[in-house]
């Protein structure tokens, strides 16, 4: 099994930042790909940002420029750097990891959320 403990969110105004982090633990041999989800209220979950094991990129439209994710993979932790944020931006944040076990198992795990709300 595999723990994603998120930290970092918090109230912040329009215009301000926020770091949010997450650590994997357990049983993992591998992690090939993590990354940062959202939902807000009344809306389905939608993709922030990923990063893969090499350290490819992708991001939501709405977040480049603004956002950066990055990763330990010796610490298996994952980390977005919000600048500028917006009212917009306000949801509940969802670290996901694609994890191989060491039984060469894959499953995708979450963590429990963090909330970001951006005042105007």
């Known amino acids: 099994q595999v723990q994603l403990v998120e930290s970092g969110g918090g109230l912040v105004q329009a215009g301000g930042s926020l770091r949010l982090s997450c650590a994997a633990s357990?049983?993992?041999?591998?992690?090939?790909?993590m990354g940062w989800y959202r939902q807000a209220p009344g809306k389905q979950r939608e993709l922030v940002a990923l990063?893969?094991?090499?350290?490819?990129?992708n991001y939501a439209d709405s977040v480049k420029g603004r956002f950066t994710i990055s990763r330990d993979n010796a610490k298996n932790t994952v980390a977005l750097q919000m600048n500028n944020l917006k009212p917009d931006d306000t949801a509940v944040y969802y670290c996901?990891?694609?994890?191989?076990?060491?039984?060469?198992?894959?499953?995708?795990?979450w963590g429990q959320g963090t909330q970001v709300t951006v005042s105007s």
């Open positions: 996901n990891a694609n994890v191989w076990d060491i039984k060469a198992k894959a499953s995708n795990y």
């Open positions: 357990g049983s993992i041999f591998t992690i090939n790909v």
């Open positions: 990063i893969t094991r090499g350290g490819n990129l």
